[in-house]
């Protein structure tokens, strides 16, 4: 059973066009991450979101934390080359230690120039 | 993903040979957590451990498994006879403590190890 659901699986772009792209689960997180990982690389955090109706903004990406703290969303506005890779949404607080993550399976995200 | 060092980057072993992956945290941390990434798959959780402590390796295959921290030295995840089915990316994180705090700022992970089992 996979505990976090990311939607799209593959999500290919123009230049310039905006995205989101979503995490969810039917269980309640104690907090969510969003990472990156570019092919041949470790993945890179984005972000920590701990609070239900929490957003926060990195540049021209913005992350929503659901008010249930159950789901969120990552917005790309005015995507680049550059963004181009796997974005993973990974949880904590499924009864596991704290250094146990659950990973989504991530949505691999193309932008063409 | 400077800091945490990972190696070798790719590794090749035959059906029945062992693995050894190594990992040197980032400076000043003292926990590493191992984490297996399958083709299509997402990452999944290994094992965590402390210096010369398993805390939790609920994720490590009952089998052929085993991961070690000591006093001195890297991480060491090791693979005994290893099958086709090990191949995957073998990825470790560091931090330096896990409390709520930092958890917040998250893991630092290395670039990985690629194991082929041909």
Known sequence: ?113 | NAGVMQNPRHLVRRRGQEARLRCSPMKGHSHVYWYRQLPEEGLKFMVYLQKENIIDESGMPKERFSAEFPKEGPSILRIQQVVRGDSAAYFCASSPLVNIRQFLYGYTFGSGTRLTVV
């Open chain 1, 1 to 113: 059973t996979q505990l976090l659901e990311q939607s799209p699986q593959f999500l290919s772009i123009q230049e310039g066009e905006n995205l989101t792209v979503y995490c969810n689960s039917s269980s309640v997180f104690s907090s969510l991450q969003w990472y990156r990982q570019e092919p041949g690389e470790g993945p890179v955090l984005l972000v920590t979101v701990v609070t239900g109706g929490e957003v926060k903004k990195l540049k021209r990406l913005t992350f929503q934390f659901g008010d249930a703290r159950k789901d969120s969303s990552l917005h790309i506005t005015a995507a680049q080359p550059g963004d181009t890779g796997l974005y993973l949404c990974a949880a904590s607080g499924y009864g596991g230690s704290q250094g146990n993550l659950i990973f989504g399976k991530g949505t691999k995200l193309s932008v063409k120039p």
